[in-house]
């Protein structure tokens, strides 16, 4: 889970780069660029394509980060940001690595270990209360970047129905998330 | 319903947000949405509420796959980011200066050699000028160091289990030129939400004895520290705001937040 300090760290580094303190920039790296590097490898999964990103992200913060406006924690922000450039990075090079549908539950089973191993993990709780077509194409559209299109191929299901099961999980789970 | 008013409503701002988040949009949606976002507060925290809702999914993730962490090292792509930002300052600054050419050839040049009158306007506009500039420098509170903080500190309102910062306290070390400083840095959206001055508290990292630092207001940007008060933070775990002058508990506290050491890192 992630800790407070760790939290703090981040906000703290984030505003000193938004004063053009390149030293922060550098420690905001060390400190989270292997789990920026998982997130967007679980995306575009080249590797190169992978260190890329990396590096798109961190420029980027460089020439955006006075956008952070303070709502919300700045790694929130900067995983948001680091999503759209691998998003983004796929898109450009039209590559959909064919994955069959057992991705999302060999995701799932990643996320029981990861929530049996840390308590009140509220978010994973949340998805597995959601029927498992939904849990499947929230999965595979937040973590792996399917955009509406692929999931429609990938599951073979109109886009209509896709589109429903996205808004129904995503306001279901806002709804857990606030109880 | 006008535009403005439907992006305000509640239920159209989470759904945005949570697509916005999720990665479910286009480019073209996406940077609309972005815009949108700039104007409506709703939809910005919206969006950063779907952002920390996610990223413990994300986290839970990394933390499942532990051969992952102890596999990867990121350090040899530092350098290529260092140099990428190293060109952005340069030709940032050198287009500052090319700006400047076109300018003496341009029509206005032109127009600006025919005109005495304005000349001779200019010249007595710009003298006023640097008298009024050079009376606000000697108005104007000594300039931050241009080295960075040697003491960050995140505050939050006490209690919010939201992760944002309201500011961010820095602290500067004394140097040749100025004493020892404490500056605050309020986050873009927030507002100084106490009006009147609160009261700074340190933490000791070694005791976990409160020390009072002093009386703080919080819409002054920078303030000298005295030998003490530095020393103080220095050894400090976390900073503490009450708005008494009585020991902070788990009832007087407004802000709180980490000290962070950033020498330790710089070493």
């Known amino acids: 889970m992630l800790d407070k300090h760790w939290v703090a760290e981040t906000n703290a580094l984030l505003y000193r780069v938004q004063q053009r303190d390149q030293l922060a920039l550098k420690i905001l790296y060390d400190l989270t660029s292997t789990k920026l590097l998982h997130l967007i490898a679980s995306i575009v999964h080249d590797s190169h394509e992978a260190e890329d990103v990396l590096q798109d992200v961190f420029v980027n913060l460089w020439q955006q980060a006075d956008k952070y406006s303070g709502n919300g924690s700045a790694w929130g922000w900067i995983c948001v940001m680091a999503r759209h450039r691998s998003i983004d990075k796929l898109r450009r090079l039209a590559v959909r690595h064919h994955e069959s549908t057992d991705a999302s539950p060999e995701l799932l089973e990643q996320l029981n270990i990861a929530t049996d191993n840390i308590d009140n993990h509220w978010i994973g709780q949340c998805l597995k209360q959601l029927p498992l077509k939904t849990q499947h194409v929230i999965l595979l559209s937040y973590i792996k970047g399917y955009s509406h299109s692929d999931l429609t191929h990938l599951l073979d299901t109109p886009l209509g129905t896709v589109k429903a099961w996205i808004r129904r999980g995503l306001q279901e789970l806002k709804l857990c998330l606030s109880a | ?267």
Not at chain 2, 31 to 56: G, H, K, V
Not at chain 2, 76 to 92: C, D, G, N, Y
Not at chain 2, 128 to 141: D, K, N, Q
Not at chain 2, 226 to 253: H, V, Y
């Open chain 2, 1 to 267: 319903m006008s535009k403005c008013i439907r992006y305000q409503d509640p239920t159209v701002c989470d759904y945005l947000a949570s697509q916005y988040v999720a990665g479910d949009m286009t480019m073209r949606v996406r940077a609309r949405t972005e815009s949108l976002a700039r104007s409506i507060p709703e939809l910005s925290n919206a969006i950063s509420q779907w952002a920390d809702n996610f990223t413990p999914l994300q986290q839970a993730l990394y933390e499942a796959s532990p051969q992952y962490h102890t596999q990867t090292n990121c350090s040899h792509m530092w350098p290529f980011i260092e140099q990428r930002v190293a060109q952005l300052t340069i030709s940032k600054n050198s287009s500052i200066t090319n700006k400047s050419k076109p300018t003496h050839q341009n029509i206005f040049y032109q127009l600006w050699n025919t005109l005495l009158l304005w000349r001779v306007m200019t010249g007595v506009t710009t003298l006023a000028s640097a008298f009024m500039v050079g009376v606000l420098l000697l108005a104007v509170p000594d300039p931050l160091p241009t080295t960075g903080p040697s003491y960050l500190a995140a505050m939050s309102s006490h209690g919010s289990t939201d992760q944002s910062a309201d500011f961010v306290i820095s602290v500067y070390a004394k140097n040749a030129t100025s004493s020892s400083k404490l500056h605050i840095q309020w986050a873009k959206e927030q507002q100084i939400t106490s009006q009147a001055p609160l009261h700074l508290w340190a933490e000791n990292k070694e005791t976990g004895a409160i020390e009072y630092i002093g009386i703080q207001d919080l819409s002054v940007g920078s303030v000298p520290l005295t030998k003490s008060s530095w020393m103080a933070i220095a050894s400090s775990s976390r900073l503490f705001m009450t708005d008494k002058k009585s020991l902070p508990n788990g009832e007087n506290i407004i802000f709180s937040g980490v000290c962070l050491q950033l020498q330790q890192w710089q070493s």
